[in-house]
């Protein structure tokens, strides 16, 4: 039974009622075994068989008129397995009629209940993978056609090349957003709905750039190796969301809520496998030409070989690292050989043998790195900062548990992150200060470790230095934060800027002095801005609070971003080259707007993920830098230095403009948002007047009445930019409160007790009454693992009156005694079914108390992110209960393979649901922050040890 089981809306729907059934003919077995009559199972046997009945009819039909030979292959015996099992319960049924205690019956009653839900259950997958195979042949057969369009030359090729294209392109859009709607992983479906977008969005990209090659071959025109990239490029990304979308939909597991990056690891390894045919291919034909797809995808499995490479240690690391370079060299001189017209010399023949041979073996090193990894019991880290920084606090308040190394790791990454933030700082003094919390909390982190590793973790002085930890890695965060936000402020201060001022240098009239030069240098100005704001958002991404969604996505973005860049100065300098050509120009028409559409989605979600206070205060203390900046060229006399920051100051102002309107938007409170656009508005009132009077001020810097009118305006601008930052700072302890306090004298001792009788006993504390876990679960024991990391989630909350913490405290100490059943430490098999059961309960409740704060929380955003972890958890719990019945059926059974099986599907389900459920706690906390005080939610959030966490 494969790990993709359960992974359609369909499958779901019939094998919950199916597993309900044959979960109450397993109990009833059960207790016949104690010595008791077994009741007559006539009409619910009836109903099993009459369900699975009508399932093998559809079944057969469907095998007969299909032409998957595989589906006509595996259908028949799961037909056979589900129709003697249907026989056996109706035989059962009859026997126990007579004898109600017959033993035989009692064996036929359960083998036909294992049989029926193991028979149903493969007749599901096998129907299902059929499903996917038919949306893979439509995936491969675009595949194929996107292969015709690098020999395409003529206008004729192109209309024909389209022609064939659009059918075979709307039906794999139809199919794949069908497979989407029915996937009941969230992550997946998203997945699908990106690539298939970024696939569609390609399409016009991809006509365009065969016409100008087309134009510029059949004129003779210059650019033809700039038209010939742009096709290639283009190709190459389409064909690479196709077989992205293959990878989803023949995906094998649910890695959405791992915390190590199992899914970029599986994700290279599809890549590498899905295109060593076609590198194989190109090494194999020594006529075929160099930078073509073939050599892409060598390039390729390069690159993914390096992203395997970035997460491994040691012998392994280094082994794929040293291949990667022997093939990257071997292939850059095959490559130029063969542009050479020397494919077919005995060196390059040599050559492509030689990289062939190294490939397949880089690709097996690959193979076993990966399955050493899923295998390994040591600790994963989280994927996120926030995660890593989770994972960090988690060891500093326990250092002396076993955490496999996470914490510690945890911020070896960060200080890593800090370090490469430090190489892009611009600021010596800023630039000095990170380096410092680096080195200073690398020293403490070790420290701490050795304590660990000599067995001190729980002495005071570990303690001690755990304190100290914290408190610097807290610093060392704060720091990062400030700097990456000044550099956001910075690089996305007028992100469109460059790339048109390229635009109008391409189109700049033949014959105007200075011309090449003039674009050349736009065009450098536009690479480097370009990189430089996608590289500050990869680093954005690497620092953020935020979810693995908002992280990828901003890393797809800005990879995107640097991956079009130059692909739209080929298509500026074919314009260049080509003045008055209008194929020419519709080309770079449509190349800048897919650049600038994938800019603005880079800004958008960039600006949607900001800490926002953060994000002004920057923006706060650069407007002043840039104003003392002002201040000096005027003393200077440099006019050029002074339009330079005047303009600097209009544009962050804009900028906090635009990011305060979005997240008053975002909002649904509508006091934060009158707050929010009062103080924006006065910011946008401000600006021209800054302007205006600084402009006055360049014609005549002598002037002081002009250079008081210019300060007097940029001042007020300062003020109003203060109070759209203090509109989101939380409100502050009133001044006169903290003037009474006095930290020179002790209070006033309160007075005694009066009367004789004593107050009541206080009620016991919250940890009496909870379960007992133990410290740190051994590592052969899965399910109590994730049941410990959600109790110790839910232990940072009292659940008096917090229904929510009290629900998720309950799944946990259920979770824990699914543990012992599975491994035959438990009860009966009644208990083991009904313990799911009721976790599911549970996991009722938990969905349906989260869904409430997440419909009052004003935030849209928190809201949106928060239903998208909700959903997962019913999934989750149906899953359970069907797993459960499964390996209630193997418990006894001579069938040690299929037991396993079963076991390793319960545990991963059991993982994932924890770990939903502890998502959700985390969840709802956050959200709790968004909802106003008069919409009526009753729910507490008080911390158990507030100086823990």
Known sequence: MPTTSYRTKTIHSILDPVAQQVGQLVILHEQAEDGNAMTDLTSPIKIVDQAVSNLVVVGKQTASTSKDEILRREMPPTFIKVEKSSGLLVEASDMLKQDPYSVPARKKLIDGARGILQGTSELLFVFDESEVRKIVKICEGVLQLLAVSEVVDTMADILTFVQSLTPVVTNMNSQVAARREELINASHAAQLAQHLEQFQRLIPLLVSSMKIYVAILDQGKPGKQEAWENRTYVA??????????????????????????????????????????????????????????????????????????????????????????????????????????????????????????????????????????????????????????????????????????????????????????????????????????????????????????????????????????????????????????????????????????????????????????????????????????????????????????????????????????????????????????????????????????????????????????????????????????????????????????????????????????????????????????????????????????????????????????????????????????????????????????????????????????????????????????????????????AAYDLHLETQKWSSQGNDLVAAAKKMAILMAEMSKHVRGEGGSKKDFIMCARMIAKQSGEVTRLANIIADQCTDKRIRLNMKQVIERIPTFSTQLKILTTVKATMLGAQDPEKDEEATEMLIGNAQNLMQAVKETVRASEAASIKIRTDAGLKLRWVRRNPYAY
Request: proline share 6%; glycine share 6%.
């Open 236 to 785: 190459s990304k389409m064909i690479y969301h196709i077989q992205e979308i293959i990878r989803v939909l023949q995906a094998v597991d649910d890695d959405s809520f791992r915390v190590d990056n199992v899914t970029g690891l599986r994700a290279a390894q599809n890549h590498i496998k899905n295109n060593m045919d076609k590198a194989r291919g190109w090494l194999a034909d020594p006529n075929a030409l160099a930078g073509g797809m073939g050599e892409k995808a060598v390039r390729r499995i390069l690159e993914d070989a390096k992203k395997v490479a970035s997460g491994l240690d040691g012998p392994q690391k280094a082994a794929i690292e040293q291949a990667i370079d022997e093939i990257t060299a071997m292939t850059n001189e095959l490559s130029d050989l063969r542009a050479k017209g020397q494919g077919n010399s005995p060196r390059a023949l040599e050559l492509a043998k030689a990289i062939d041979g190294k490939l397949l073996n880089l690709e097996n090193q690959i193979n076993a790195a990966i399955a050493e990894i899923l295998k390994s019991s040591m600790g994963k880290m989280a994927y996120t900062a926030g995660g890593k920084l989770a994972q960090a606090k988690e060891w500093l308040n326990n250092p002396g548990a076993d955490d496999k190394g996470v914490g510690y790791r945890a911020i070896k990454d960060i200080i890593t992150t800090g370090r490469q933030i430090a190489g892009t700082c611009d600021d010596l003094g800023q630039r000095n200060d990170l380096l410092r919390l680096c080195n200073e909390t690398e020293t403490l982190n070790d420290h701490l470790k050795d304590l660990c590793n000599k067995g001190q973790g729980n002495t005071p002085q570990a303690e001690a230095a755990a304190k100290k930890l914290s408190e610097k890695l807290g610093q060392l965060n704060e720091k990062m934060t400030e700097i990456v936000m000044g550099q956001v402020s910075s690089d996305f201060l007028d992100p469109m800027s460059a790339v048109n001022k390229l635009y109008e240098a391409a189109l700049v009239p033949e014959g105007t002095p200075h011309r090449e030069a003039n674009f050349t240098s736009k065009a450098q100005i536009f690479l480097e801005s370009s990189n430089k704001a996608a590289d500050t958002a990869a680093r954005f991404a690497g620092i953020a609070d935020a979810d693995r969604d908002t992280v990828d996505q901003i890393h797809r973005l800005s990879n995107q971003v640097k991956e079009l860049t130059p692909q739209v100065i080929s298509a500026a300098r074919i314009v260049l080259m080509n003045p008055n050509n209008k194929v020419a120009a519709s080309h770079l028409d449509v190349m800048k707007k897919d650049w600038e559409g994938a800019m603005k989605d880079l800004d958008t979600k960039l600006t949607s993920s900001l800490d926002v206070p953060a994000f002004m205060k920057a923006s706060e203390e650069s407007m002043k830098k840039q104003t003392e900046l002002a201040v000096a060229a005027v003393k200077q006399h440099n006019p050029q230095t002074f339009a330079s920051c005047i303009s600097n100051i209009a544009l962050r102002g804009k900028n906090m403009v635009k990011v305060a309107k979005r997240e008053a938007e975002n909002s649904e409170d509508p006091e934060f948002q009158h707050k929010v656009d009062s103080a924006s508005d006065k910011v946008n009132s401000c600006i021209p007047p800054t302007v205006t009077t600084g402009k006055a001020l360049m014609q005549d810097m002598d002037n002081p009445e002009k250079m008081a009118n210019w300060q007097d305006a940029n001042n007020k601008l300062l003020d109003s930019v203060g109070d759209v930052r203090q509109a989101f700072v939380a409100s502050q302890p009133p001044t006169d409160a903290m003037s009474t306090l006095n930290l020179d004298t002790a209070p006033p001792r309160p007075p005694l007790p009066q009367g004789e009788v004593p107050p009541p006993r206080p009620p016991p504390p919250e940890e009496e009454t909870e379960a007992h876990f133990p410290e740190a679960p051994p590592s052969n024991q899965p399910i109590m693992k």
